[in-house]
């Protein structure tokens, strides 16, 4: 098969739904002629994503809670027990509690939600790093995460997940400075906001994406497909030379610093 992507192997980690950013990004890779694997956080995800993963044409799935050690070292004796090599890792998991998510940042930011709301959203990159990075020795490999603009400007109801963006994409950065010598480029997309089912628990998401249409460059809101498309190349060779980067896939929102309502709606 042909593709920027003919001959490599990725494993994605955080497909949900068909609605997912992940699946947006399973689907770009897959057409640019990535092997997959796919994995599902716990059995009921796993009746999901095991019949997307075989609708086109991924034979490996897996269990992987990025909460566990155990089950990360798992995963990834599997895919070296497997394939014995991995080009692509592909990390789209963010996750805090729900009651954190809305109002007063101040007041539902509880420690033991901050806690959570980073090791599930930021430390589970660099632990899946550290499984992949011995697959990836001698290959031009690529890791890549996903942020949001809440990283770096307050977003109403996004609250403890922001600080844990922020954190991600600082991982980026450290990622890329330790791993780069050994030929593995790290980075990540900031998307605009989706109807996801992991967005679904932030606050006032239709406004957002109200918002996002209407002063947003473009006119509209990015589609799991913009954001898959961004990832394979950002994972292909032709970025060999890009690392530690944040690319913002929103539509131009995140370049704008002041808009107007249209003639007539002052």
């Known amino acids: 098969m042909s593709g920027i992507l003919a001959g490599k192997k990725a494993l994605i980690v955080g497909v ?93 930011t509880s420690r033991e939600a901050f806690r959570v709301a980073h090791d599930i959203s930021s430390y589970s990159f660099t632990a899946l790093a550290r499984g992949a990075a011995p697959l990836m020795a001698g290959r031009a490999g690529a890791m890549l995460t996903l942020s949001y603009l809440g990283a770096v400007r307050s977003i109403p109801s996004y609250n403890v997940m922001g600080l844990a963006k922020a954190s991600l994409e600082a991982s980026v950065r450290f990622m890329a400075a330790d791993l780069g010598p050994g030929n593995i480029r790290v980075n990540g997309i900031s998307a605009g906001p989706i109807k996801t089912l992991a967005a679904a628990g932030v606050g006032g998401l239709r406004k957002m994406l109200n918002h996002v249409a209407d002063v947003a460059p473009l006119r509209r809101n990015v589609t799991i497909e913009d954001v898959g498309n961004a990832a394979a190349f950002l994972c292909s060779p032709m970025a060999a030379g890009v690392t530690g980067e944040i690319l913002y896939v929103d539509s131009g929102f995140s370049t704008v610093g002041m808009s107007f309502p249209p003639d007539g709606k002052e």
Request: charged share 25%; aromatic share 8%; hydrophobic share 45%.
């Open 16 to 108: 949900a739904t068909d609605r997912s950013i992940a699946w947006g990004i399973a689907q770009a890779m897959k057409a640019q002629g990535a092997e997959l694997a796919l994995s599902y956080a716990n059995d009921k995800f796993k009746e999901r994503v095991v019949p997307l993963g075989e609708s086109i044409g991924v034979k490996l799935t897996m269990p992987l809670d990025v909460g566990s050690d155990e089950q990360i070292d798992s995963a990834f004796e599997t895919v070296r027990r497997e394939w014995g090599e991995l080009d692509v890792l592909v990390h789209a998991v963010a996750f805090a509690p729900r009651e954190a998510l809305e109002g007063s940042y101040t007041r539902n």
